[in-house]
């Protein structure tokens, strides 16, 4: 157990619709990044929050957007959903953003299955 | 940009040998870090190995150690006496602690296979 937690664990839902996938980091975690994976693209980064601010993107599309909240979880929401979006999104925690401890532990991830 | 290729998308083994999944990766900077990273069937991941590119030594986790040769870009993870729980996803990942990005850029994968 990495200590990093994502709920729910799986989500079915249909095309134009709106998710929210959520992200608890590890105890005393300020970083907070966002994964896709997928069969096609591999994994990719999306997005990195630390302490509530934004940090980096990646190839994260406008329809997608996140946030990390004073508590320091963070969610994930996925709008205008297409069958593409289909993946695994991983969300990913480290104490800090360099040194020592940049290293990053994963949560389970949450399916996400677009019909 | 920085890249990573795992030139072996798939290998098997047979329980308690050892076994070799290489990593080749791109970049122009002096420091950064690598990281092995291990995805079961439960689709977790895992880290299995680390390696800072200014230490010289290579690193090494128990059964798991790698092969860091950073003129040649190269950094190869060895299992020994395989087990049949190491069967996974293995992933490279690429680190560059600065610019703004701490992100992670990972190889395609090397399906590993333990064989009883």
């Known amino acids: 157990d990495s200590g990093v937690t994502q709920t729910p664990k799986h989500l079915i839902t249909a095309t134009g619709q709106r998710v929210t996938l959520r992200c608890s980091p590890r105890s005393g975690d300020l970083s907070v990044y966002w994964y896709q994976q997928s069969l096609d693209q591999g994994l990719q980064f999306l997005i990195q929050?630390?302490?509530?601010?934004?940090?980096a993107k990646g190839n994260i599309l406008e329809r997608f957007s996140a946030q990390q909240f004073p508590d320091l979880h963070s969610e994930l929401n996925l709008s205008s959903l297409e069958l593409g979006d289909s993946a695994l999104y991983f969300c990913?925690?480290?104490?800090?953003?360099?040194?020592?401890?940049?290293?990053?532990?994963f949560g389970p991830g949450t399916r996400l299955l677009v019909l | 940009a920085q890249t990573v290729t795992q030139s072996q998308p798939e290998m098997s083994v047979q329980e308690a040998e050892t076994v070799t999944l290489s990593c080749t990766y791109d970049?122009?900077?002096?420091?950064?870090?690598l990281f092995w990273y291990k995805q079961p069937p439960s689709r977790q991941m895992i880290l299995v190995i680390r390696q800072e590119a200014y230490k010289q030594q290579n690193a090494t986790e128990n059964r798991f150690s790698v092969n860091f040769q950073k003129a040649a870009k190269s950094f190869s993870l060895k299992i020994s006496d395989s087990q049949l729980g190491d069967t996974a996803m293995y992933f490279c990942a690429f680190r560059f602690p600065r610019g703004g990005s701490e992100k992670l850029v990972f190889g395609k994968g090397t399906k590993l296979t333990v064989n009883p």
């Open positions: 990913a925690s480290s104490l800090r953003t360099s040194g020592d401890q940049e290293t990053q532990y």
């Open positions: 970049t122009s900077e002096n420091n950064y870090y």
């Open positions: 929050y630390y302490n509530g601010e934004e940090r």
